[in-house]
């Protein structure tokens, strides 16, 4: 019993390590020279000041901190919000045509974006030429495949399963709209599944990479994880530098996460209950 | 007659109330996921380079079963996927299982750490193992410092060590999101099963392949789904820790797709044709994980 209790701690001690040894790797090399790094050196430098000023001059980082920051919050609040009147829609007023619209939807998380990326690419390739505003090149075109996802909308009618069909009828009997008992009553009953549902979109919208590599082209228009990829690729490469351009990448969602934890794992977890 | 015709009109009301909530949604999946797909199966019976394509049959397919990349592609994939996935889902069933135990201590420290992978974004991380796995990176240099190698080893230039490189990076990202499942379905399962066991006399072993696993189905076949449909989209790692070499060693299918569409002269029409082999490759595996796990 005492040893397999030791080796319990053991083995979870190790894995944690592992897990967070890459996150500790990075803060530290943030405040160190470039050469320290790559020398190996654990501990904090003084450097950080230095990599920060480097990191402004030569890198827009803040323009495409500021791209990441429009798109993500733009694609989180249109995504949970037709989503969510979907997965409402799905389950409140059900019918046997709309089972099978449903079904047929949930078929495209099959899809895999490696099947898409070329007839998307196409298509906002064609789009450029009548509408530049929504073609190559532009946030709406990072944006629009991304917004309503097959997975977001199962998401959202499995909550509605909780949520009291009286309500909606309570509703009615005020007077009250469908879409006004929707905005009403549902979403403030339903905050938390709001909450994780934002969290989980707005994560993988900041941590997008291959459409925006597809689509996007000039380094204006550039997001957080095309910068690192750039930063990343160079042949005599500044790693304190980058390490700090990481820290302050992974900051938002690292942030998010530790700020709504207990949400953002009901959230990913409520999905396959 | 006038109360009938109410009850038709107040129904009819209601059926396009409730269409009209789920209208976006349906229309921007259409847009966005069924109309590529079909414009993808159009364009894989089409080649030519750029905006210049000409229907030409079968071709494209004929070329699929000759192409000694896509061959490589295609194996780099299935390495990953035989050895990555099934690595990855019993380290996380063994973590969760250890954590599930009410009297462990500091229990949320331990899973939140082995959970903060996942937060960061896949270029990030892959960036960060670029550098940890270099010739003269910390994992070399740790190594060697503790006598466990005595020449660095090359993670990152040598075919064999490349590829373990990348199953390693994808292992460290994703056992944690994995194990936040199956602790959620343990927290789910009632502990009486257990005692009435214990009582029996079963040992923990016993009790882990006879309850936990049997349990625990449907939650490994939703993780098993999801990995593998996640590792035949493998792309973000493979391009910023490898670039998909040394050679081809490392390609993966989707990087493959990339490469013909956007990185030498554009073959959407040949293009289409390899992604077509990613679907068909989801739908036998899924169907596969199915049977096997013995749903219908």
């Known amino acids: 019993m ?23 790797w990075i803060v530290i090399s943030a405040t160190n020279k470039s050469v320290d790094v790559t020398k190996g050196r654990l501990l904090p430098g003084t450097y950080l000041v230095e990599n920060f000023k480097k990191l402004l001059d030569t890198t827009d980082l803040g323009t495409a901190l500021w791209n990441s920051a429009k798109i993500s919050i733009l694609t ?69 495949p991304t917004i309503t996802t097959a997975f977001l909308i199962f998401f959202f009618r499995q909550s509605s399963k909780m949520f009291p069909k009286d309500m909606v009828e309570a509703g009615r009997i005020d007077g009250l709209s469908d879409l006004g008992i929707f905005f009403k009553i549902f979403m403030p009953t339903m905050k938390t599944t709001y909450a994780a549902a934002g969290i989980i979109t707005f994560m993988s919208s900041w941590n997008n990479y291959l459409w925006p590599l597809i689509v996007l082209q000039s380094p204006q228009q550039r997001t957080i994880p095309l910068l690192i990829s750039n930063l990343g690729s160079g042949y005599a490469p500044d790693y304190g530098l980058i390490m700090l351009a990481i820290v302050i990448a992974t900051l938002p969602t690292a942030l998010v996460f530790f700020l709504m934890q207990k949400h953002f794992v009901a959230g990913m977890t409520g999905s396959v209950k | 007659m006038r109360a009938d015709k109410q009850g038709v009109s107040i129904r009819a009301k209601n059926a396009f109330t409730g269409w009209s909530f789920i209208l976006v949604a349906v229309l921007m999946i259409i847009a966005f996921y069924f109309y590529p797909m079909l414009e993808a199966l159009i364009l894989s019976f089409k080649t030519g380079t750029g905006a210049n394509l000409s229907f030409t049959g079968w071709s494209n397919y004929e070329r699929l079963l000759t192409d000694k990349t896509f061959l490589t592609a295609l194996t780099n994939t299935s390495i990953y996927l035989i050895i990555q996935v099934p690595i990855m889902i019993v380290l996380a069933l063994f973590i969760s299982v250890l954590l599930n135990d009410n009297t462990l201590k500091f229990k949320g420290f331990f899973r939140t750490a082995i959970f903060l992978p996942c937060v960061t974004s896949l270029v990030a991380y892959s960036v960060v193992f670029k550098y940890l796995f270099g010739i003269n990176g910390l994992v070399n240099t740790m190594l060697m410092k503790l006598s466990i190698i005595s020449a660095p080893i090359e993670w990152i230039t040598d075919p064999f060590w490349a590829k373990i490189t990348i199953i390693i990076a994808i292992t460290w990202r994703w056992t944690g999101y994995n194990m936040i499942f199956y602790l959620s379905a343990l927290q789910n399962i009632d502990n009486s099963i257990y005692e009435a066991a214990r009582i029996d006399g079963a040992s923990s072993v016993t009790q882990f392949f006879k309850i936990t696993i049997p349990m625990l189905k449907p939650i490994i076949l939703f993780t098993s789904i999801t990995s593998t449909i996640g590792t035949l989209q493998l792309f973000d ?55 096997v796990a013995g749903e219908k």
Request: charge should be positive.
């Open chain 1, 2 to 24: 005492k040893v397999k209790r030791i080796f319990t701690y053991l083995f979870l001690s190790i894995t944690a390590l592992v897990s967070i040894f890459p996150f500790l």
């Open chain 2, 237 to 291: 790692e493979v391009l910023n820790i490898t670039k998909g070499g040394p050679g081809n060693a490392t390609l993966s299918i989707s990087q493959y797709i990339y490469n013909l569409s956007f990185k030498y002269t554009a073959d959407f029409g040949y293009a289409a044709t390899v992604s077509y082999s990613i679907v068909l490759l989801i739908v036998v595996l899924s169907i596969l994980q199915f049977k």
């Open chain 1, 76 to 144: 989180t609040i249109l995504a949970i919000l037709f989503a969510s009147l979907a997965g409402y829609g799905f389950e409140i007023f059900r019918s046997k045509m709309k089972d099978v619209v449903f079904n047929i939807l949930l078929l495209s998380m099959m899809i895999p974006f490696a099947a898409l990326m070329v007839p998307l690419y196409r298509m906002f390739a064609r789009i450029s030429n009548a509408a530049p505003m929504i073609g190559i090149d532009t946030m709406a075109a990072v944006m629009l």
